[in-house]
């Protein structure tokens, strides 16, 4: 089966970098996700590492390690919008060899003055 | 960019009524659609995956009469929730992937289901 682990609660300063970290276990890893969601929205995409390394869009960055089934957010200059939960997804493969998406279960992000 | 649009985004109805939710991707084809649950504090949870022109997928635990998934076109996917309980109440979130590529889901607004 997939299963995800990323920290429950981060609280950062408003200007500063956070890192957010996610580590998986997958069968058949295709690429690890990351999607933003706002209390009472949906999840928004911020950014997919199918390959090893960082992808940077903006402020945010994402890095992944195939080798260490690890991957991390990081967000910079960070702005008080920013304060919303942040899931990681990993996209493998089930026990019936289709693709699958799981997510993990958040990480609920508080920037402050 | 890639966009999604679900409808409705919100619904209040008495126990017992079936509730239909739309799932559109409105520049893209999907041959994949995804559909989700998601209970207040809580993460996603795959219910099932939508093919077109084939029967869905549904995860362990979740019940295919109870559940009804259309996929009638590249662009179309809905969800009938039949007979809704209060316990079926929850925030229902479609995504879809581009058919072409290794390109991540792209999700749909969402729908509050609340059932009295």
């Known amino acids: 089966g997939q299963s995800l682990e990323q920290p429950s609660e981060v609280t950062a300063v408003e200007g500063a970098i956070v890192q957010i970290n996610c580590t998986y276990q997958?069968?058949?890893?295709?690429?690890l996700s990351w999607y933003q969601q706002h209390d009472g929205g949906a999840p928004t995409f911020l950014s997919y590492?199918?390959?090893?390394g960082l992808e940077e869009t903006g402020r945010f960055s994402s890095f992944l390690s195939r080798s260490d089934s690890y991957g991390y957010l990081l967000l910079q200059e960070l702005q008080m919008k920013d304060s919303a939960s942040y899931f990681c997804?990993?996209?493998?493969?089930?026990?019936?060899?289709?693709?699958?998406?799981?997510f993990g279960t958040g990480t609920k992000l508080q920037v402050i003055p | 960019g890639a966009v999604v649009s679900q409808h409705p985004s919100w619904v209040i109805c008495k126990s017992g009524t079936s509730v239909k939710i739309e799932c559109r991707s409105l520049?893209?084809?999907?041959?994949?659609m995804f559909w989700y649950r998601q209970f207040p504090k809580q993460s996603l949870m795959l219910m099932a995956t939508s093919n077109e022109g084939s029967k869905a997928t549904y995860e362990q635990g979740v019940e295919k009469d109870k559940f009804l998934i259309n996929h009638a076109s590249l662009t179309l996917s809905t969800l009938t929730v039949t007979s809704a309980h209060p316990e079926d109440s929850s925030f229902y979130i479609c995504?879809?992937?581009?058919?072409?590529?290794?390109?991540?889901?792209?999700f749909g607004d969402g729908t509050r289901l609340s059932i009295l």
């Open positions: 995504s879809a992937k581009d058919t072409w590529g290794n390109q991540p889901q792209h």
């Open positions: 590492n199918a390959l090893d």
């Open positions: 997958t069968s058949g890893f295709y690429g």
């Open positions: 997804a990993v996209r493998g493969r089930n026990s019936g060899g289709y693709q699958k998406v799981t």
């Open positions: 520049d893209f084809q999907a041959t994949t």
